[in-house]
């Protein structure tokens, strides 16, 4: 079930290291706490720990966890059919506590920062830069904890004003998002170290022929205006969640068509 | 369940930590007894980190106590301090599951009951000799 918080996660453009057990991430953690000494930038600023196949030796790392490291969100996730130990998690001290794979959307784009409003200085600057950031890497699990304000860099930047309502909506889009998960923020000290500091400010309307920065992906290059209707090969973008037939006497009716008399 | 008094206590060194992962109160008493010196967790997962903070001589692992887990405990440890040699703690049921763990890594096995009154020998020649003193053929 990680694939599901793993996919969430590609989604949102973020990085994550994966581990296989308890006693791997705790070493992990203790890495990335080691690893702040020198940078505070590579803060373990969360933990998403999928809690389908804990025994009760695992769910000591919620306590463990929440000692050691009291500045890093604890994310449970459990499947469906795990509802009680996604509730012994949340006793033990988990944050936030996932159980579909629709809270992990939810709570992945609740991890993408919004633009700065107007005239907001940007924070301070973080390398590398956005448009150098390397792709998310595969589901190889990694020694090296992800800075946040990392894996915010790694995602896409956010096209200019004039160029983003040429974008389609992208699920991560922070426009499109729904309000945030109720997802407690990291403390002054880490936000500050995990703000965007690449996302442009939202700026006064630039020409149209402004051209979206080089380096955004194919789903930020979209040539489709919004309330336009997309051209045919755009249409095979995006996934199939389901497909509806339709009668006859349906679609007539769903074309306002009269039925002859 | 073996009478503590039974158990030749070994005077605690300054210069040693043993770290003990054992849960069980009965044993854990003989244990301690044993082995002199003991950081005793109750959590594998606290052992882990007591480990990885501060290099412990040896650590002993009674194996009822990580569920299953011992394979990942064991991987856990020697990746981040392969210096430090493990025992494990075994129930006569458990011994071929202790026997596989040395080819995992492990230093020895115990088998309770009578066995692991090696046990504060084997730490006393491995802390003599700066090396983990492994059972003779089956060492990894």
């Known amino acids: ?261 | 369940m073996i009478p503590a008094s039974r158990a030749q206590a070994v005077p605690a060194r300054r210069d040693r930590r043993v770290l003990l992962v054992c849960r069980s109160a009965g044993r854990r008493t003989l244990l301690e007894r044993l082995v002199g010196g003991a950081e005793t967790h109750a959590s594998a997962v606290e052992a882990v980190l007591a480990v990885l903070r501060r290099r412990p001589q040896a650590v002993v692992l009674n194996l009822e106590d990580v569920e299953g887990r011992e394979r990942d405990f064991l991987a856990a440890l020697r990746r981040s301090r392969p210096e430090v040699p493990i025992y494990a703690i075994a129930q006569p049921e458990d011994e071929p599951l202790a026997r596989g763990l040395l080819r995992e890594g492990a230093a020895d096995y115990f088998v309770l009951p009578t066995d692991i009154y090696r046990l504060p020998r084997t730490l006393e020649k491995a802390a003599r000799s700066g090396q983990p003193v492994c059972r003779t053929g089956l060492a990894p």
């Not at chain 1, 699990?141 to 946040?148: F, I, K, L, M, R």
Request: charged residues 20%; contains cysteine; glycine residues 4%.
């Open chain 1, 1 to 261: 079930m990680s694939d599901a918080i793993q996919d969430g996660l590609r989604a949102a453009g973020l990085r994550a290291a994966v581990v296989s057990n308890v006693f791997d991430a705790v070493v992990e953690a203790e890495h990335a706490a080691q690893a702040q000494a020198g940078s505070p930038a590579r803060a373990l600023t969360q933990t998403i720990v999928c809690v389908d196949h804990f025994g009760q030796q695992d769910f000591r790392l919620f306590p463990l966890m929440r000692r050691e490291w009291p500045e890093t969100l604890i994310v449970a996730f459990h499947s469906p059919g795990f509802d009680y130990k996604g509730r012994l998690a949340e006793l033990l001290g988990a944050d936030v506590v996932l159980g579909s794979t629709a809270d992990v959307a939810e709570w992945a784009k609740s991890l993408v920062p919004a633009a700065p409003a107007a005239g907001e200085t940007p924070a301070t600057p973080v390398e590398p830069p956005a448009h150098q950031a390397p792709e998310p890497p595969a589901r190889t699990p990694s020694t090296d904890a992800p800075p946040a304000a990392y894996q915010y860099l790694a995602r896409a930047p956010e096209p200019p004003p004039a160029a983003a309502d040429q974008a389609p909506p992208h699920p991560t889009s922070p426009e499109s998002a729904p309000p945030p998960a109720p997802v407690r923020q990291p403390p002054p000290a880490q936000a500050s170290s995990a703000a965007p500091t690449e996302v442009k400010p939202a700026a006064p309307p630039a020409p149209p022929s402004e051209s979206p920065p080089t380096a955004a992906p194919p789903a930020a290059q979209s040539k489709t205006r919004l309330g336009e209707p997309p051209a045919d090969d755009e249409w095979v973008e995006g996934n199939v969640i389901g497909t509806v037939e339709l009668t006859d006497e349906e679609l007539r009716l769903l074309l306002g068509e009269e039925e002859d008399a």
